[in-house]
């Protein structure tokens, strides 16, 4: 694992205008993603995972604005190895749309709403290739490797000579391919689609491509989903609760398979999800979020043995476990605050136990108490 | 007085499929087939499974809220299968449910105090001012305030909502209640929460439940003994931790996929090919022969009964308690999801 980082949150602020007043979504979000991790984003409903995701898409629509903070996005060439840097919070839209789906993408919660009900599986993952890939080489290797299929059938000498001609003319044109017809890329991308279902382990890609969305169960879909985001080797892979609607045994499924790609394609990926349970079968880093900010972020193991917030400990113990008898469940007081009016100072303090009058008053600052484990607290839980 | 609150024999909830211009049956789901079922008093009867599996159809029916299509309903060895007006409204006195989405079970034009005042009034219980204190001591049972009592749905969380809705469910002092997926829509926190007030008014009450739930770790918590229901057939029976003690091995399958948050357990899971099969034409035989790795050709041709294999835990499986879940047969789950994917 590299120290090199892919993804740096800083201080984000997203507020949503809205006619009952303002609501702070997100008060100065930090997060880190190093190359390769895979990262668990977790919290309650509004604590801001799904908008941390979006901004870092830029999906905030209004009334929600991203109104400061920085993204910053450590993208590496695919070719020259170069690291490049981008801000993603000040990008164009246009510089966006070379990002969105191509470099980072994004997986969602419900597999029945997301794929396009009228169009082919296999079109609409071929749309993402061919309109982010260059496809001139892959068509020329189509052609010659349809030709080499013709030739292995070929009978007479004649027809032979000819298709050969053919297949060093097109080999010639590998080192500088030119531009291909719409038929042929359209033809090539779909190859890629199936290659791309059968790297999800899709049953019978060939058939899928054709198929309809209603025609696949939640899990096939949600399969069929990854695919498309993984189809132009995205750097950052986002997976916004993408289990939360599957079943069990099926949500073990998907979750073998991002485990598998993850050491199979070297993408880094970001895990947002409410179950501690997912985030202890996939992670490696946690995040943890509570109404609009970091509260903290360590490796999994660590959040496990010894969580440094009072927030993270209440949350972790008030889960019932399957593997341990409790007569009652230790709760934390209260409800989530609300994001108009949130409380001053430490966000949870209404809700802690350990508060005391300068969690009231002050925020407390995302810092690194032990190596390798940030918390922002006053009174962090100290063993 | 016997111990037993509820006994179902034989339960079958079928619904039928209409096609074609006529609207012509076509066929049928079957959504809970041949349930037979005992909660005793005081009891929790948790019930799991994966979507679709019957769970709520078979909550439901138990309840009367719908017609069984055959079998039989026992309620304090009551037959109720068949009453209808005012006796069926008696009984019913007796059983409540909480639904899954308190939102959608509050009506939004409706006061606090009226919602969970209505089984009251309409009962014959109580109105006026009787009625509002009721409430306000119900209210106050789960946590709320007399400052709640005028206010409408939206203006609540949607934990306290659920709170309402079991105030509601309280009022009449039921002996029963179905708890039909009640914490799946809160957070973690409010879950917690919720889960220790229904113990709490249990205890209280003196309540029977029957906890529906797809959360296996909640249930497990809520209940003193496990059905493990799967394609409308209940496969496994238990009084014991089925974390430790699993006979069927659906059940084996479907605790070993439950994510555990703690890294020492992780990576364990046994993942089980394919997806539940349609309930219209339900595999025949033994339903889970397709998805398990130990099926042998009995299993295509005989429907295993729910047979005792010693202090109560019941099991649908020919071969309970013949099975090693050990380190080969997880071997083997792989292979055999390693087979359906290639």
Redesign the interface.
Known sequence: MSDELVLHVKDLYVNFYTYEGIVKALDGVEMFLRRGDTMGVVG??GCGKSVTAKSILRLIEAPGRLDDGQILFFDQDFETKETIELDLAKLELEEMLEIRGNRISIVFQDPATYPNPVFRIGDQIAEVIELHQNLAMDVLYMKIAKLELTLSEATSDENRAEIEGKISYYRQQLDDPPEPDKKSMREAAKLKAIEMLRLV???APEQVVNQYPHEL???MRQRALIAMSLACNPSILICDEATTAL???????V??LLNQLKAEIGTSIIVIT????????TCNWVNVMYAGTTVESCA??EI?AKPLHPYTA???I??????E??D??????G??PNLITPPTGCRFHPRCDYATSVCKEKKPLLEELEPGHWVACHHPLRS | MSELLIRTEDLKKHFPLTGGVFRKVIGKVHAVDGVNLEIKKGETLGVVG??GCGKTTLGRTILRLMEPTSGKIYFDEEDITELKGRALRKVRFNMQIVFQDPMASLDPRVTIKNSIGEPLVVNGVAKGRKMRDMVLSLLEKVGLTEAHLNRFPHEF????RQRICIARALALNPKFVVMDEPTSST???????T??LM?DLQEEFDLTYMFIS?N???V??MSDSLAVMYLGKIVEKTPY?I?RKSLHPYTF???S???????E???R?V??AG??PSPINPPPGCRFYPRCIFAQNVCKMEEPPLRDVGGGHLVACHFAGELDFGASAQQEYADS?GD??A
Do not use: C, W, Y
């Open positions: 309650e409903t382990r899709m049953p169960s939640g899990g079943d069990v045994t099926v949500q073990a499924q979750l073998l409410h179950d501690m349970g997912v985030v202890a079968e999994t193991e496990f209440g949350l972790l008030a889960v019932p476990k399957l593997h008898v409790k009652r469940l230790p709760q934390i007081r409800t989530v | 994966e979507s969380s949607g934990g306290q957070d973690v926190s409010v879950q917690a929460q889960l220790n113990k797809h296996l770790s909640v497990k918590h931790d974390f399958a479907l605790v996929a439950v994510p555990i948050p703690d890294p357990f992780s990576g899971a993942i089980l997806e539940v999801f359906s994917i």
